[in-house]
């Protein structure tokens, strides 16, 4: 069970999806940016200036609280940032950070809005993506509350790999902790758990997957959910 | 308290719209009157329609490890069937009556070709879609950080707000189900709320007292979930 990338590596799986004279008037108002770990494309209740096509890069949508914050959905190229935009409004639903270095695509909000009026088969895609993050959201509300850490850092970096495409991320605990909302040494203890299983290892900063059907079998049933969600819709 | 509430029972998106859309929209419903624990739609089925309660209000929930999770409870402030706008038939979640009572609804099919028609219509639904996905947002936080007592606290203000009554019927075991724990944990939370004078329970019903020493009991999520809403319809 996996996320299947697009064809070429510096691509964006939905705008792969569009026929080719969409993807080149959607591509001609693009500018392929790179952007470092961290680096905040959005904020929760903004106003939106870009949409983000992952192609390389990987996007953490964050909801910030007053408790600590919390990861509700990640993206890769196998989707975009920028729902409300889709959704007419404009404002940025959640907080958007980057969360694997890389490359995106980027377009202006409105350029992006006019072409999802013109294209038919753009807004069809949008649509349903915004679908399946909204499923991921409601998976991440019960996998948070239900499910042991080691079992959710599982299912975490399984997600990243996905995509990334890589079995190598750089990755602090406390960002890790960040993520999962729960406290560092939650954290250490899962990664220590599954590096002693030789599932993963872990060293300065520098998370390596070593054996992911393994490490399938220790995540929680969310992550599987969580790709056939996007599979039931995108294939 | 909530929004604006009428003496005649409407719904508020449907009476937000230009009269003319409303009308072609309100000639495609039909009243239906829904009892306690009916399904409206069905996880991973179509919607056979698209809801908008009048006095009738929603639990949308999901499937978890130990029997279910709410993740949005709808009223007469929104309407069931946001993904028909996304271009996807499929329900989520499952969508189960938590308050009886009194719904238009509208067949899938031709809320879909009215949403094409009617942009005041999509513009609001648009609006509404985000405000939910806002609120699931919410909710993953809410689900990883908040104590029961919170979140019941919480959950009574919500309800109360949909069934435009402090007096409203629900059982231990169904806030259990929806909370995500055990009832036990639930009975304690009532009773402490209850012993502080807050609400009474008797009988499958529910009595809130002290409304505003409930708000000040509730988590914030509550609070932001309704500047969520008057927010994403804010012109």
């Not at chain 2, 919170?150 to 707000?161: K, P």
Request: net charge positive; hydrophobic share 45%.
């Amino acid at each position: 069970m996996l996320l299947n990338p697009p064809a070429a590596q510096a691509q964006n799986r939905l705008i792969a999806m569009l026929p080719p004279a969409e993807r080149k008037r959607l591509l001609e108002r693009c500018e392929r940016v790179s952007h470092d770990l961290e680096h905040i494309l959005a904020r929760d209740g903004e106003q939106m200036r870009h949409a983000w096509f992952p192609t390389t890069g990987m996007i953490s949508q964050i909801q910030p609280s007053e408790s600590g914050w919390i990861e509700v959905a990640l993206v890769g190229f196998e989707g975009m940032v920028g729902l409300g935009l889709v959704l007419g409004v404009g404002k940025s639903l959640v907080t958007a950070t980057v969360q694997a270095p890389g490359e995106f695509l980027r377009i202006p909000a409105r350029a992006y809005q006019a072409e999802l009026e013109r294209s038919a088969r753009l807004r069809k895609l949008s649509g349903a993506y915004a679908y399946v993050q909204m499923k991921q959201m409601a998976l991440a509300a019960a996998c948070n509350r239900f499910h042991l850490v080691e079992q959710r850092l599982a299912r975490w970096l399984l997600m990243s790999a996905d995509r990334t495409r890589s079995r190598r991320f750089r990755m602090t605990h406390d960002v890790l902790a960040q993520m999962l909302g729960v406290r560092r040494p939650g954290v250490t203890s899962a990664a220590s758990a599954l590096q002693a299983r030789n599932l993963i290892r872990y060293s300065r900063g520098t998370i390596d997957v070593l054996d992911r059907t393994a490490l399938e079998a220790a995540s929680c049933e969310c992550y599987r959910a969580q790709v056939q969600a996007y599979k039931g819709l995108f294939g | 308290m909530f929004l604006h509430q009428g003496n005649a029972p409407s719904n508020t998106l449907l009476a937000a719209l230009p009269r003319a859309d409303r009308a072609r929209l309100v000639a495609l419903a039909e009243p239906a009157r829904l009892g306690l624990r009916d399904a409206v739609a069905r996880r991973g089925e179509p919607f056979s329609h698209a809801y908008f309660p009048l006095t009738a209000f929603f639990s949308k929930v999901v499937p978890a490890d130990r029997g279910s999770l709410e993740v949005g409870l709808v009223g007469f402030e929104g309407f069931l069937g946001f993904p028909l706008l996304l271009g996807v038939d499929l329900s989520p979640h499952d969508a189960i009556v938590q308050g009886g009572g009194d719904a238009l609804r509208i067949p899938a099919r031709a809320f879909r070709r009215e949403l094409e028609r009617s942009s005041p219509l999509r513009r609001l639904a648009g609006r509404y879609t985000h405000v939910v996905m806002t609120q699931l947002a919410q909710n993953v936080v809410c689900n990883r950080f908040h104590v029961v007592e919170q979140r019941l606290a919480r959950w009574l203000l919500m309800s109360a707000d949909r069934a435009r009554s402090l007096n409203f019927a629900v059982t231990h075991a169904f806030l259990a189900m929806i909370l995500g724990v055990r009832r036990v944990g639930v009975t304690q939370a009532a009773q402490a709320l209850s012993d502080r004078g807050l609400i009474e329970y008797a009988r499958g019903r529910m009595v809130i007292r002290d409304r505003r020493a409930l708000q000040a009991v509730a988590c914030p999520c509550y609070r932001i979930d309704l500047e969520t809403y008057r927010e994403g319809f804010r012109r």
